[in-house]
């Protein structure tokens, strides 16, 4: 989990503009049907903490709050199984445009999200988190201070 947030740290696309205004931060359909990925640079990562090998990741972050405590943006995964063995850190909503995951709870529950479904997870949450690939727009917040590494 730390791997996907260091990816949503590294992009501030936020509100804050070259005149000092702040203003809302729309995602269009059209982007929300995959074209933020070209409409702005994404950060691309590759990551090697999957048990079913490496997989590469885009985040298009579009706010990130002041005091760096809550966090949108877009995000797309290739092929992953994590075991998430220590609390997952940050309350994070997702909802899901393409692909999907399995979320295997610490107490064995299963929970299936598909394109269209959306989920939220606690920052206490622990368990196995496993996709064949997914898109998804989300929305983070940590009340525990700043969302670091």
């Known amino acids: 989990m730390k ?3 260091t990816a949503a740290c590294l992009l501030i696309a936020g509100t804050a503009h070259a005149d000092g205004a702040n203003h809302p931060v729309k995602m269009s359909k059209e982007q929300i049907a ?4 070209t409409d702005h640079k994404p950060v691309v990562s590759e990551h090697s903490d999957s048990e079913w090998g490496p997989y590469t990741t885009h985040d298009v972050e579009t706010f990130l709050s002041a005091d ?3 966090d949108t943006g877009m995000y797309k995964s290739g092929p992953v199984r994590m075991v998430i063995d220590e609390a997952y850190g940050v309350d994070e909503f997702m909802y899901f445009l393409e692909g999907g995951v399995t979320l295997t709870s610490e107490d ?3 929970t299936e999200i598909g ?3 959306a ?3 606690g920052r206490d949450w622990k368990g196995i988190w496993e996709s064949k690939g997914y898109t998804k727009i989300y929305v983070i917040y940590s009340p525990e201070g700043p969302i670091s590494e």
């Not at 995959?34 to 990925?37: C, P, T």
């Open 68 to 70: 760096k405590q809550m």
């Open 108 to 110: 064995g529950t299963v």
């Open 119 to 121: 989920v939220t997870i």
């Open 115 to 117: 394109a269209g479904d």
């Open 3 to 5: 791997a996907i947030l």
């Open 34 to 37: 995959g074209k933020m990925f």
